[in-house]
């Protein structure tokens, strides 16, 4: 059985660390990407900015995350675009938590007291000022437990990339458990994978939340 490990070990990292790879990757474009909807959301003057970051925001939450990467693999082909499967799954997820991240961020943002933003335009600060040395640095802090879990969540999620024939984890124990039929063993293995690197993850998040607490 030890053979089998040391056989079966090396892919299995592999796919764990492409996992990470992908996690982090879509993590990054969500922030940006929910940052800008949620910022353009806000800005309802603005109608032309406010009301296509409105629709793409509804239009991802209401569709499920696998159809939104079979579209972006298998769809935009037919029209010309064909994407690299990691591409594909680093944009796929992060498009569908930014759509989710820019409700947090929006949330974050609402959450500073109405006074703030009188007292800066009392001071004849400009909006954009206000709102990246006055608003932002508050709303921070407010939301990057519910952005951890999000990033705990999104870790989980990346399983789901498997069905575009991206390597990670879940693909590779899949494929391991298929070449050998020890379905018990390897995906028993991915389970303790996942489960090693979330629940610190998640410890890491409440912590976070108690230093952060508004008023602690």
């Known amino acids: 059985m030890i053979d089998r490990w040391l056989e079966w070990g090396p892919p299995l990292l592999r796919?764990?660390?492409?996992?990470?790879?992908?996690?982090?990757?879509?993590?990054?474009?969500?922030?940006v990407l929910g940052l800008m909807l949620a910022l353009a959301r806000l800005n309802r003057r603005r109608w032309y900015l406010c009301s296509p970051a409105?629709?793409?925001?509804?239009?991802?939450?209401?569709?499920?995350?696998?159809?939104?990467?079979?579209?972006?693999?298998?769809?935009?082909p037919f029209?010309?675009?064909?994407?690299?499967?990691i591409v594909t799954g680093i944009l796929g997820l992060g498009v569908n938590y930014g759509a989710?991240?820019?409700?947090?961020y929006r949330a974050g943002i609402e959450a500073i007291?109405?006074?703030?933003?009188?007292?800066?335009?009392a001071l004849a600060m400009p909006t954009t000022l206000i709102m990246r040395m006055i608003v932002l640095p508050q709303a921070f802090r407010i939301i990057i437990p519910p952005m951890g879990?999000?990033?705990?969540?999104?870790?989980?999620?990346?399983?789901?990339?498997?069905?575009?024939?991206?390597?990670?984890?879940?693909f590779t124990a899949r494929l391991l458990a298929s070449q050998t039929f020890q379905y018990l063993a390897i995906f028993?293995?991915?389970?303790?994978?996942?489960?090693?690197?979330?629940?610190p993850a998640s410890r890491g998040v409440a912590w976070l939340e108690r230093r952060l607490r508004i008023g602690a």
């Open 15 to 31: 796919g764990t660390a492409l996992t990470i790879f992908l996690t982090f990757g879509s993590f990054t474009f969500a922030l």
């Open 54 to 76: 409105q629709a793409l925001v509804e239009f991802v939450r209401g569709t499920p995350l696998l159809v939104q990467l079979f579209y972006l693999y298998f769809v935009l």
């Open 79 to 85: 029209v010309g675009i064909t994407l690299n499967p």
């Open 100 to 104: 989710y991240m820019s409700e947090v």
């Open 113 to 121: 007291d109405r006074s703030q933003w009188e007292a800066a335009h």
């Open 149 to 170: 879990n999000y990033l705990i969540s999104l870790f989980k999620d990346t399983a789901i990339v498997a069905t575009i024939s991206i390597e990670e984890v879940t």
């Open 188 to 199: 028993t293995a991915v389970l303790v994978i996942y489960f090693v690197i979330s629940y």
